[in-house]
T-cell receptor, first 114, second 111 residues
Framework: DTAVSQTPKYLVTQMGNDKSIKCEQN?????MYWYKQDSKKFLKIMFS???????INETVPNRFSPKSPDKAHLNLHINSLELGDSAVYFC?????????????FGSGTRLTVV | GEDVEQSLFLSVREGDSSVINCTYT??????LYWYKQEPGAGLQLLTY?????DMKQDQRLTVLLNKKDKHLSLRIADTQTGDSAIYFC???????????FGRGTSLIVHP
Protein backbone atom coordinates (compact mmCIF):
# COMPACT_ATOMS: atom_id res chain seq x y z
CA ASP A 1 0.00 0.00 0.00
CA THR A 2 2.92 2.32 -0.79
CA ALA A 3 1.69 5.85 -1.48
CA VAL A 4 4.24 6.85 -4.15
CA SER A 5 6.20 4.00 -5.67
CA GLN A 6 9.06 4.20 -8.14
CA THR A 7 10.77 1.48 -10.11
CA PRO A 8 13.51 0.55 -10.35
CA LYS A 9 15.17 1.50 -7.07
CA TYR A 10 18.64 1.17 -8.58
CA LEU A 11 19.68 1.52 -12.20
CA VAL A 12 23.21 1.07 -13.50
CA THR A 13 23.70 1.59 -17.20
CA GLN A 14 26.28 2.56 -19.78
CA MET A 15 26.67 5.93 -21.41
CA GLY A 16 24.56 6.34 -24.51
CA ASN A 17 21.80 3.99 -23.40
CA ASP A 18 18.11 4.91 -23.11
CA LYS A 19 16.29 4.13 -19.86
CA SER A 20 12.94 4.74 -18.19
CA ILE A 21 11.88 5.22 -14.57
CA LYS A 22 8.27 4.58 -13.62
CA CYS A 23 6.24 6.27 -10.90
CA GLU A 24 2.77 5.55 -9.57
CA GLN A 25 0.76 7.15 -6.76
CA ASN A 26 -2.36 5.72 -5.13
CA UNK A 27 -3.26 8.82 -3.13
CA UNK A 28 -5.71 10.29 -5.62
CA UNK A 29 -3.47 13.35 -5.99
CA UNK A 30 -3.84 15.55 -9.04
CA UNK A 31 -0.23 16.69 -9.39
CA MET A 32 2.99 14.74 -9.83
CA TYR A 33 6.63 15.81 -10.04
CA TRP A 34 10.09 14.65 -10.93
CA TYR A 35 13.03 15.93 -8.89
CA LYS A 36 16.75 15.31 -9.32
CA GLN A 37 18.94 15.13 -6.20
CA ASP A 38 22.64 15.55 -6.83
CA SER A 39 25.56 14.21 -4.80
CA LYS A 40 25.40 17.27 -2.52
CA LYS A 41 21.73 16.56 -1.74
CA PHE A 42 20.49 19.57 -3.72
CA LEU A 43 16.94 18.95 -4.94
CA LYS A 44 16.04 20.41 -8.29
CA ILE A 45 12.56 20.32 -9.85
CA MET A 46 12.53 18.92 -13.35
CA PHE A 47 8.89 18.48 -14.37
CA SER A 48 5.39 18.69 -12.99
CA UNK A 49 2.12 17.36 -14.36
CA UNK A 50 -1.35 18.34 -13.19
CA UNK A 51 -4.10 15.98 -14.31
CA UNK A 52 -1.89 14.66 -17.12
CA UNK A 53 -1.03 18.16 -18.33
CA UNK A 54 2.56 19.42 -18.23
CA UNK A 55 2.70 22.55 -16.07
CA ILE A 56 6.35 22.82 -15.10
CA ASN A 57 9.21 22.16 -17.47
CA GLU A 58 12.44 23.46 -15.99
CA THR A 59 15.68 23.87 -17.88
CA VAL A 60 16.38 20.21 -18.44
CA PRO A 61 18.12 18.66 -21.48
CA ASN A 62 15.57 17.49 -24.02
CA ARG A 63 17.00 14.01 -23.62
CA PHE A 64 14.66 13.86 -20.63
CA SER A 65 11.02 13.32 -21.54
CA PRO A 66 8.21 12.83 -19.02
CA LYS A 67 5.04 10.96 -19.89
CA SER A 68 1.82 10.86 -17.92
CA PRO A 69 -0.65 8.26 -19.23
CA ASP A 70 -3.08 9.10 -16.42
CA LYS A 71 -3.00 11.24 -13.31
CA ALA A 72 -1.76 8.35 -11.17
CA HIS A 73 1.34 7.73 -13.27
CA LEU A 74 4.30 9.84 -14.31
CA ASN A 75 7.20 8.16 -16.06
CA LEU A 76 10.57 9.60 -16.98
CA HIS A 77 12.41 8.53 -20.10
CA ILE A 78 16.04 9.47 -20.61
CA ASN A 79 17.77 9.15 -23.98
CA SER A 80 21.50 8.96 -24.66
CA LEU A 81 22.49 8.83 -21.01
CA GLU A 82 25.56 10.82 -19.93
CA LEU A 83 27.83 10.53 -16.90
CA GLY A 84 26.38 13.76 -15.48
CA ASP A 85 22.92 12.20 -15.35
CA SER A 86 24.05 10.07 -12.40
CA ALA A 87 21.90 11.14 -9.44
CA VAL A 88 18.93 10.09 -7.39
CA TYR A 89 15.61 10.84 -9.09
CA PHE A 90 12.57 11.35 -6.91
CA CYS A 91 8.96 11.24 -7.93
CA UNK A 92 6.49 13.14 -5.76
CA UNK A 93 2.81 13.98 -5.71
CA UNK A 94 0.58 16.58 -4.11
CA UNK A 95 -3.17 17.09 -3.77
CA UNK A 96 -3.06 19.85 -6.35
CA UNK A 97 -0.71 22.34 -7.92
CA UNK A 98 -0.04 25.26 -5.62
CA UNK A 99 -0.98 23.24 -2.57
CA UNK A 100 0.13 24.23 0.89
CA UNK A 101 -0.04 20.67 2.16
CA UNK A 102 3.37 19.57 1.01
CA UNK A 103 4.45 16.69 -1.12
CA UNK A 104 4.59 12.93 -0.75
CA PHE A 105 7.84 11.56 -2.15
CA GLY A 106 8.76 8.17 -3.50
CA SER A 107 11.85 6.43 -2.18
CA GLY A 108 13.97 7.42 -5.17
CA THR A 109 15.76 5.79 -8.08
CA ARG A 110 19.55 5.86 -7.87
CA LEU A 111 20.82 6.13 -11.43
CA THR A 112 24.48 5.41 -12.08
CA VAL A 113 25.84 5.96 -15.56
CA VAL A 114 29.19 4.28 -16.25
CA GLY B 1 23.60 33.18 -1.82
CA GLU B 2 21.00 30.48 -1.95
CA ASP B 3 17.32 31.14 -1.41
CA VAL B 4 17.08 28.69 1.49
CA GLU B 5 20.15 28.05 3.62
CA GLN B 6 20.88 25.47 6.28
CA SER B 7 24.01 24.31 8.01
CA LEU B 8 25.18 20.97 6.68
CA PHE B 9 25.73 18.98 9.87
CA LEU B 10 24.52 18.79 13.46
CA SER B 11 25.73 16.28 16.02
CA VAL B 12 23.88 15.72 19.30
CA ARG B 13 23.90 13.26 22.15
CA GLU B 14 20.96 10.91 22.56
CA GLY B 15 18.40 12.40 24.94
CA ASP B 16 19.44 16.00 24.27
CA SER B 17 17.40 18.49 22.25
CA SER B 18 18.35 19.20 18.64
CA VAL B 19 17.79 22.56 16.99
CA ILE B 20 18.06 22.74 13.22
CA ASN B 21 18.08 26.23 11.73
CA CYS B 22 17.08 27.57 8.34
CA THR B 23 17.09 31.03 6.79
CA TYR B 24 15.28 32.08 3.65
CA THR B 25 15.43 35.19 1.52
CA UNK B 26 11.93 35.70 0.12
CA UNK B 27 9.74 37.75 2.45
CA UNK B 28 6.65 36.69 0.49
CA UNK B 29 7.13 33.07 1.54
CA UNK B 30 3.81 31.85 2.82
CA UNK B 31 4.37 28.22 3.73
CA LEU B 32 7.44 26.75 5.38
CA TYR B 33 8.11 23.05 5.68
CA TRP B 34 10.39 20.57 7.33
CA TYR B 35 11.05 17.28 5.60
CA LYS B 36 13.03 14.29 6.88
CA GLN B 37 15.04 11.99 4.62
CA GLU B 38 16.29 8.71 6.06
CA PRO B 39 19.07 6.80 4.27
CA GLY B 40 17.88 5.28 1.02
CA ALA B 41 14.42 6.80 1.32
CA GLY B 42 12.46 9.69 -0.07
CA LEU B 43 11.63 12.88 1.77
CA GLN B 44 8.88 12.65 4.34
CA LEU B 45 6.91 15.73 5.32
CA LEU B 46 7.35 16.23 9.06
CA THR B 47 5.49 19.45 9.65
CA TYR B 48 4.68 22.80 8.09
CA UNK B 49 3.82 26.25 9.33
CA UNK B 50 2.01 29.18 7.76
CA UNK B 51 3.75 32.54 7.77
CA UNK B 52 1.06 34.05 10.01
CA UNK B 53 2.10 31.70 12.82
CA ASP B 54 5.05 32.04 15.20
CA MET B 55 5.15 28.55 16.56
CA LYS B 56 3.76 25.09 15.98
CA GLN B 57 4.19 22.11 18.28
CA ASP B 58 3.62 18.49 17.42
CA GLN B 59 4.71 15.97 20.06
CA ARG B 60 8.54 16.15 20.21
CA LEU B 61 8.73 18.67 17.35
CA THR B 62 8.56 22.44 17.79
CA VAL B 63 8.75 24.79 14.84
CA LEU B 64 9.60 28.43 15.45
CA LEU B 65 9.24 31.11 12.80
CA ASN B 66 10.77 34.57 13.02
CA LYS B 67 9.29 36.24 9.99
CA LYS B 68 11.15 39.50 10.53
CA ASP B 69 14.51 37.73 10.38
CA LYS B 70 13.26 35.13 7.87
CA HIS B 71 14.46 32.39 10.20
CA LEU B 72 12.86 29.00 10.75
CA SER B 73 13.95 26.40 13.27
CA LEU B 74 13.01 22.84 14.12
CA ARG B 75 13.52 21.66 17.66
CA ILE B 76 13.45 17.93 18.39
CA ALA B 77 13.09 17.17 22.08
CA ASP B 78 14.66 14.04 23.60
CA THR B 79 16.51 13.20 20.38
CA GLN B 80 16.75 9.48 19.63
CA THR B 81 19.06 7.52 17.34
CA GLY B 82 16.07 7.00 15.04
CA ASP B 83 16.02 10.75 14.46
CA SER B 84 19.34 10.51 12.60
CA ALA B 85 18.54 11.66 9.08
CA ILE B 86 18.82 14.64 6.77
CA TYR B 87 16.35 17.43 7.51
CA PHE B 88 15.29 19.72 4.68
CA CYS B 89 13.77 23.14 5.10
CA UNK B 90 11.54 24.36 2.24
CA UNK B 91 9.42 27.41 1.48
CA UNK B 92 6.70 28.22 -1.00
CA UNK B 93 4.47 31.13 -1.83
CA UNK B 94 0.70 31.48 -2.20
CA UNK B 95 -0.28 30.28 -5.65
CA UNK B 96 3.22 29.05 -6.44
CA UNK B 97 3.56 25.50 -7.62
CA UNK B 98 6.99 24.60 -6.41
CA UNK B 99 8.69 24.86 -3.03
CA UNK B 100 12.35 25.80 -2.82
CA PHE B 101 14.39 23.38 -0.76
CA GLY B 102 17.52 23.96 1.28
CA ARG B 103 20.41 21.55 0.90
CA GLY B 104 19.53 19.68 4.08
CA THR B 105 21.10 19.33 7.54
CA SER B 106 22.50 15.92 8.45
CA LEU B 107 21.56 15.19 12.05
CA ILE B 108 23.84 12.67 13.74
CA VAL B 109 22.69 11.30 17.08
CA HIS B 110 25.33 9.52 19.15
CA PRO B 111 24.98 7.59 22.40
Amino acid sequence: DTAVSQTPKYLVTQMGNDKSIKCEQNLGHDTMYWYKQDSKKFLKIMFSYNNKELIINETVPNRFSPKSPDKAHLNLHINSLELGDSAVYFCASSRSAGTSYGYTFGSGTRLTVV
Amino acid sequence: GEDVEQSLFLSVREGDSSVINCTYTDSSSTYLYWYKQEPGAGLQLLTYIFSNMDMKQDQRLTVLLNKKDKHLSLRIADTQTGDSAIYFCAESKEGSYIPTFGRGTSLIVHP
